[in-house]
Nanobody
Framework: QVQLVESGGGLVQAGVSLRLSCAASGRSFGNHVMGWFRQAPGKDRECVAAITWSGVSTYATDSGKGRFAISRDNAKNTAFLQMNSLQPEDTAVYYC???????????????WGQGTQVTVSS
């Protein structure tokens, strides 16, 4: 079992950067793939980035490519999402998730945090 708690969200103006953190507790954080997802009102939850257990492989989906970067610190059981040049369309609840398959599909992730709200004003 892995418990995940996100932090770092808030209300920001367009153009600024924000870093989200995901603190994990429980067993074997280092063995899990970590993903960041987001869900805007009225829209499906979508993946923005994922990272393998070693941190060697990462990817960002179209939603985050070029502006978002995922990283992790296994010694601290923490994953991060660096978001740059935020835009109003980035407004959403951001979730971190843990699983065993390097994927952008929600179904591949077994554990989820409660989410943190990011609101970007124009």
């Amino acid at each position: 079992q892995v418990q995940l708690v996100e932090s770092g969200g808030g209300l920001v103006q367009a153009g600024v950067s924000l870093r989200l953190s995901c603190a994990a507790s429980g067993r074997s954080f280092g063995n899990h793939v970590m993903g960041w997802f987001r869900q805007a009102p009225g829209k499906d939850r979508e993946c923005v980035a994922a990272i393998t257990w070693s941190g060697v492989s990462t990817y960002a989906t179209d939603s985050g490519k070029g502006r978002f970067a995922i990283s992790r610190d296994n010694a601290k059981n923490t994953a991060f999402l660096q978001m740059n040049s935020l835009q109003p369309e980035d407004t959403a609840v951001y979730y971190c998730a843990a699983g065993h398959t390097f994927s952008g599909s929600l179904e591949r992730y077994n554990y989820w945090g409660q989410g943190t709200q990011v609101t970007v004003s124009s």
